[in-house]
Nanobody, 116 residues
Framework: QVQLVESGGGSVEAGGSLRLSCTAS????????VTWFRQAPGKEREFVAR??SYADSVKGRFTISRDTAAKSVYLQMNNLKPEDTAVYYC???????????????WGQGTQVTVSS
């Protein structure tokens, strides 16, 4: 089992920044790929970022990084837009897929709200 806990969400104005953290416990962290997804109200959960890959909508604004020693993955989000408003989830799995269904372990999510 892997337990994931996200933190760092909040409310910001358009153009602002937030840094999300995803911290893991349980099985060795290095066994898994960790990916960020998000889900806006009334929409399907969508891929945001994993190491070396970003959704087109966030390229150039979001940066994912990983600290293996800290068992954490971070998502630095700059120049936030209202359309970035969503619950952000980190997920771990033995996969490099962009599809949520391919991930076995999920955090509880953290809300990001961007006002115009």
């Amino acid at each position: 089992q892997v337990q994931l806990v996200e933190s760092g969400g909040g409310s910001v104005e358009a153009g602002g920044s937030l840094r999300l953290s995803c911290t893991a416990s349980g099985r060795p962290f290095t066994n898994y790929a960790v990916t960020w997804f998000r889900q806006a109200p009334g929409k399907e959960r969508e891929f945001v970022a994993r190491i070396t890959s970003y959704a087109d909508s966030v390229k150039g604004r979001f940066t994912i990084s990983r600290d293996t020693a800290a068992k954490s993955v971070y998502l630095q989000m700059n120049n936030l837009k209202p359309e970035d408003t969503a619950v952000y989830y980190c997920a771990a799995g033995v996969t490099n897929s962009d599809r949520p269904g391919q991930y076995k372990y999920w955090g509880q999510g953290t809300q990001v709200t961007v006002s115009s």
